[in-house]
């Protein structure tokens, strides 16, 4: 890959999507494009850089977007997350609800990928507030930047390897487990699945969707791909969308260390909106 041709496909990405990719991606970005390559039938990155910036190439730009997001994830990944929202997160919300007049505790996967996230968090949810009295029924909603991750959470089949951190117990009250043709996937019964909305959303561009305030946010190993600007935009919008004592998951790998953002740190990677 040529340097200019490198700097074009930078600074297309980082208008579009504000990942901010570093000079050390060169190679990574080269082979993430041999299969754009193939599916344009172009046979060189400069080409593909040309047929970029033609007028009729916008529906590649998605695809293009899709390529270069990194997608490895599986079910309860970074688990003292969930510890978290179990034993904290839920029985805080649990006790204020009556008081603060909640109808539905209110969760966002801000980059849910192929959907073990905002699953993982549906089995947490139906495990912890199933004691709940009255009943408390929950809503999360799931997005992602990447259409092409969005099909396969949408779905909700997974291999082995993706719950290999769930426990036995709850892969069996959760999944289907898949025989003859379908050996070794599980797919995500459809009780929970029924509890995730999906739809796909750039968290740089304007105002989200939602009308109503979470109690909990989830974005995490996302920032990590963002330059300082963008970090601090992304987490004050963020913050404006967490009801008061909401709590907002960050990654293990992430740090809200020197942005302005008036959260507190609570515990590592998790924030909380004062009440």
């Given at each position: 890959?040529?340097?200019?041709?490198?700097?074009?496909?930078?600074?297309?990405?980082?208008?579009?999507?504000?990942?901010?990719?570093?000079?050390?991606?060169?190679?990574?970005?080269?082979?993430?494009?041999?299969?754009?390559?193939?599916?344009?039938?172009?046979?060189?990155?400069?080409?593909?850089?040309?047929?970029?910036?033609?007028?009729?190439?916008?529906?590649?730009?998605?695809?293009?977007?899709?390529?270069?997001?990194?997608?490895?994830?599986?079910?309860?990944?970074?688990?003292a997350h969930f510890d978290f929202l179990t034993q904290r997160a839920v029985p805080e919300m649990i006790e204020r609800r009556?008081?603060?007049?909640?109808?539905?505790?209110?969760?966002?996967?801000?980059?849910?990928?192929?959907?073990?996230?905002?699953?993982?968090?549906?089995?947490?949810?139906?495990?912890?507030?199933?004691?709940?009295?009255?009943?408390?029924?929950?809503?999360?909603?799931?997005?992602?930047?990447?259409?092409?991750?969005?099909?396969?959470?949408?779905?909700?089949?997974y291999k082995e390897e993706a719950i290999r951190h769930v426990p036995p117990a709850l892969q069996r009250t959760c999944f289907?487990?898949?025989?003859?043709?379908?050996?070794?996937?599980?797919?995500?019964?459809?009780?929970?699945?029924?509890?995730?909305?999906?739809?796909?959303?750039?968290?740089?561009?304007?105002?989200?969707?939602?009308?109503?305030?979470?109690?909990?946010?989830?974005?995490?190993?996302?920032?990590?791909?963002?330059?300082?600007?963008?970090?601090?935009?992304?987490?004050?919008?963020?913050?404006?969308?967490?009801?008061?004592?909401?709590?907002?998951?960050?990654?293990?790998?992430?740090?809200?260390?020197?942005?302005?953002?008036?959260?507190?740190?609570?515990?590592?990677?998790?924030?909380?909106?004062?009440?």
């Amino acid at each position: 890959m040529l340097d200019r041709d490198y700097e074009f496909i930078r600074e297309l990405v980082y208008n579009h999507s504000r990942i901010n990719l570093g000079p050390d991606k060169k190679e990574l970005v080269s082979a993430r494009l041999g299969k754009r390559l193939r599916a344009t039938n172009l046979t060189s990155i400069g080409d593909y850089c040309r047929f970029l910036q033609d007028e009729k190439s916008a529906e590649e730009l998605s695809h293009l977007i899709d390529a270069i997001s990194t997608n490895h994830t599986f079910f309860f990944r970074e688990s003292a997350h969930f510890d978290f929202l179990t034993q904290r997160a839920v029985p805080e919300m649990i006790e204020r609800r009556s008081k603060e007049r909640w109808s539905t505790f209110n969760v966002w996967s801000a980059a849910c990928s192929s959907g073990e996230e905002p699953y993982s968090i549906a089995i947490n949810l139906s495990q912890s507030l199933a004691a709940a009295r009255p009943p408390w029924n929950w809503r999360i909603e799931a997005t992602d930047i990447s259409h092409r991750v969005l099909q396969r959470a949408r779905v909700g089949v997974y291999k082995e390897e993706a719950i290999r951190h769930v426990p036995p117990a709850l892969q069996r009250t959760c999944f289907q487990k898949g025989f003859g043709p379908q050996e070794g996937n599980y797919r995500i019964k459809s009780a929970l699945q029924e509890t995730v909305t999906f739809r796909q959303l750039n968290l740089l561009e304007g105002a989200p969707p939602f009308r109503d305030p979470f109690h909990v946010i989830f974005c995490r190993n996302v920032m990590i791909y963002f330059d300082r600007p963008t970090q601090e935009e992304l987490v004050r919008k963020l913050g404006r969308l967490l009801v008061p004592g909401g709590y907002l998951f960050v990654g293990h790998a992430e740090s809200l260390s020197g942005i302005q953002h008036g959260l507190e740190l609570i515990s590592t990677a998790i924030y909380r909106r004062p009440a």
